[in-house]
């Protein structure tokens, strides 16, 4: 069955990502992000986002790209995972826009192995690749992430 799906397009230097709309609980601009001692290397850290603790994932190291501060004008893209709530820097979201499945080419026809690329859609011309967000942590980083949240609470 074929039906239509909402994507939140952004960008990170020249390259177009996207994740589900439904997955997607807000858009934030850049806050300043607190350091968690002993997170996983791709967690930058955490933020305090109506009142919950939100850990801040490094996507820039995850997707291997260049590294860079963080600017005034960069949004934090917060989504819901399976078991937890995550944020990730992105340089800007471009837009919601409407796909339909069919639309959508797996990455095993285009790329074998990918597993942090669930898909690949052409919006505006332009190439766009959606994130497996349940892909983004490995099991070892996962422990290693609740581990560090649970020792910043007890402090």
Request: charged share 25%; hydrophobic share 45%.
């Amino acid at each position: 069955m074929h039906n239509n799906l909402q994507v939140v397009v952004f960008q990170i230097d020249d390259k177009k990502f996207a994740v589900f709309l439904h997955d997607v609980q807000r858009v934030i601009r850049s806050v300043e992000i607190t350091s968690l001692p002993s997170a996983p290397y791709i967690v930058s850290g955490i933020i305090d986002y109506e009142g919950k603790i939100i850990p801040i994932v490094n996507i820039r190291k995850r997707f291997g790209l260049a590294q860079k501060e963080i600017r005034i004008t960069d949004q934090i893209v917060i989504v819901s995972l399976e078991k937890k709530t995550i944020g990730f820097v992105v340089d800007q979201v471009l837009s919601n826009h409407e796909v339909h499945s069919s639309e959508i080419k797996e990455t095993n026809e285009i790329w074998n192995g990918i597993q942090l690329i669930e898909g690949v859609v052409k919006v505006f011309e332009d190439i766009v690749l959606i994130c497996n967000l349940g892909r983004f942590f490995l099991l070892d980083e996962e422990k290693e992430l609740e581990e560090a949240l649970n020792n910043f609470s007890n402090n």
